[in-house]
């Protein structure tokens, strides 16, 4: 077993154990004036070791030290050039690499893209050309583009040089990214993935491949999804081969001036998990995931595994459809009944992120929840009837660029008003946080009845562009 450093903590330890006296921030004085109920819940243990930049624990943004050496080393767990540590989430990653790449260019972006990219391109004054997307027509849901779709965009718009592509889906669906990416490259295309649902993807063999490994240049993952790390920690990782403008200026302007150790060190801790031991965990569950889905198969009547080898699917990602209940009935009855809480649930169906150390009784436990959803739906009367997805069939027709639209004067309507109006606002559900319609692209029929559908209600309000 490669043997790795953690840089970062063996300092952090090492001035826990110099008992030092803050006379600095944060307020809580190493732990010393928690409020009782954290205190009671954490002890003040875990609090004293919320550091700021002190002598020997170096600094994020201008990281020289024991942190510079744990994002190179990171890096190389991961196969990447650089890595950069991301204490404000995936979005301040994705907003650095498309402000490095994209700044007042037009660059590709498929219709399924997380609204945090959005947000980047406002920032960086970049000009999408929007990608229409492939849909499956069971379930609606998005497999992401083709090639030939990208194919046809390069030669219309030869002048886009910047592709962001997104690696796998919420559903864990990788399709056809891999031959999109050597597309791309062929055609000397800069590569930026949204790869938040995919930092586990590298480290074995039987799992859909990490687009940094088929070649992309600037991929960007939200560890904390999958892997051991606190929520918001994530990571931006560099091909080594990329020659573009670097992140790093941008990271330091989008990230925050205050970053919590605590979350560097779990960032550090989770990636060399990764390189020591994931991939016989991996191993092991994969057993008993696949036991799970045959079980579920040959034993549950009414629910089903979305599962297609063509779709190149991630199996840590379980997608279940029921022939007599919706998503929402799904989802509320295992939180009643079983106080089991999934990611999301949509029309369609339910969804949940299974962990990479999946073992036998952590499997047990959710099949014997699906087993008493499956005995609650056969006494249901009715057929649910698969409704169309919240995403775009076709692109939107766009009224305004998305910079104009988002800084122009706005207005408010009920939704049973709004067909015809021009949109004010990012339209979407939470999650998964993908815009049915963006600002400045025109509110028809067709997308009020997409909201309705989604459980909105005529009488909610939308921010629309004042006339």
């Given at each position: 077993?490669?043997s ?5 903590w063996?300092?952090m ?5 110099r008992?030092p ?7 809580h004085?190493n732990?010393?004036f ?7 819940a954490w ?6 070791y919320?550091?700021?930049?002190l002598?020997?624990?170096?600094n ?5 030290d024991?942190?510079a ?6 890096a ?9 540590y991301?204490?404000?989430?995936t979005?301040?990653?994705l ?5 490095a ?6 660059v590709f972006?498929?219709?399924h893209?997380h ?5 980047s ?10 990608l229409p ?16 779709t990208?194919?046809?965009y ?7 040089k910047?592709?962001i592509?997104v ?7 990788t ?7 050597q ?7 800069t ?7 995919g930092?586990?993807?590298h ?6 491949a ?17 892997l051991?790390v606190?929520?918001?920690?994530s ?6 081969q990329y020659q ?8 330091s ?7 919590s150790?605590l979350?560097m ?5 989770g990636s060399?998990y ?13 057993q008993?995931i ?7 198969a ?27 209940l919706s998503?929402?009935?799904?989802d509320?009855?295992?939180?009643q009944?079983h106080?089991i ?6 029309n369609?169906?339910i969804?949940?992120i299974?962990?990479l150390?999946?073992?036998?009784s952590w499997?047990?436990?959710l ?5 008493d959803l499956d005995r609650f739906?056969?006494q249901?009367q009715?057929?649910h009837?698969t409704q169309?997805?919240?995403y775009c069939?076709?692109i939107p ?14 207005q ?5 008003e709004?067909?015809g109006a021009i ?6 559900r939470y999650?998964?946080g993908?815009p049915?319609?963006?600002p400045?692209?025109m509110i028809?029929?067709?997308?009020v009845?997409?909201?309705l559908?989604?459980?909105?209600t ?6 629309v562009?004042?006339q």
């Amino acid at each position: 077993m490669t043997s790795y450093i953690p840089y970062l903590w063996q300092r952090m330890q090492a001035l826990h154990d110099r008992q030092p006296m803050s006379g600095h921030t944060p307020g809580h004085k190493n732990g010393l004036f928690l409020p009782k109920p954290l205190q009671k819940a954490w002890g003040s243990q875990f609090a004293s070791y919320d550091y700021t930049e002190l002598d020997g624990l170096d600094n994020l943004h201008f990281a020289s030290d024991c942190i510079a050496q744990s994002q190179q080393q990171a890096a190389q767990i991961f196969g990447a050039g650089q890595c950069f540590y991301l204490v404000n989430g995936t979005t301040a990653g994705l907003q650095a690499a498309i402000m490095a790449t994209c700044s007042n260019k037009q660059v590709f972006v498929p219709r399924h893209v997380h609204r945090s990219i959005y947000h980047s391109l406002l920032l960086a004054h970049a000009q999408p050309v929007y990608l229409p997307l492939e849909l499956d027509t069971r379930t609606s849901l998005p497999l992401g583009i083709s090639t030939d779709t990208l194919q046809q965009y390069i030669q219309q718009y030869p002048n886009c040089k910047n592709l962001i592509l997104v690696n796998p889906t919420y559903q864990g669906i990788t399709a056809d990214n891999i031959a999109c990416v050597q597309l791309a490259k062929d055609h000397g295309l800069t590569v930026i993935v949204d790869e938040a649902h995919g930092s586990h993807l590298h480290f074995h063999r039987d799992l859909p491949a990490s687009l940094l490994d088929a070649g992309a240049d600037l991929v960007v993952q939200s560890w904390h999804k999958t892997l051991p790390v606190m929520t918001q920690g994530s990571a931006l990782l560099v091909h080594k081969q990329y020659q573009g403008p670097s992140p790093e200026p941008f990271l330091s302007l989008l990230q925050t001036t205050s970053p919590s150790y605590l979350l560097m060190a779990s960032l550090e801790a989770g990636s060399i998990y990764m390189g020591q031991q994931v991939q016989a965990h991996i191993d092991q569950s994969l057993q008993v995931i696949f036991e799970l889905h045959s079980r579920i198969a040959n034993t549950l009547q009414t629910l089903h595994v979305l599962w297609e080898p063509e779709w190149k699917q991630d199996p840590f990602k379980l997608y279940l459809l029921s022939d007599r209940l919706s998503g929402a009935n799904m989802d509320a009855y295992l939180r009643q009944h079983h106080a089991i809480y999934s990611e999301m649930h949509d029309n369609s169906g339910i969804l949940f992120i299974l962990p990479l150390q999946t073992s036998v009784s952590w499997a047990e436990r959710l099949y014997q929840a699906l087993l008493d959803l499956d005995r609650f739906s056969l006494q249901q009367q009715t057929t649910h009837q698969t409704q169309a997805s919240f995403y775009c069939r076709t692109i939107p027709r766009q009224c305004y660029p998305l910079q104009e639209a988002f800084y122009r004067e706005k207005q408010q309507l009920p939704w049973r008003e709004a067909t015809g109006a021009i949109a004010g606002q990012f339209i979407l559900r939470y999650p998964p946080g993908i815009p049915l319609l963006v600002p400045g692209e025109m509110i028809t029929r067709e997308i009020v009845q997409l909201w309705l559908a989604s459980g909105g209600t005529e009488d909610e309000l939308v921010t629309v562009l004042a006339q």
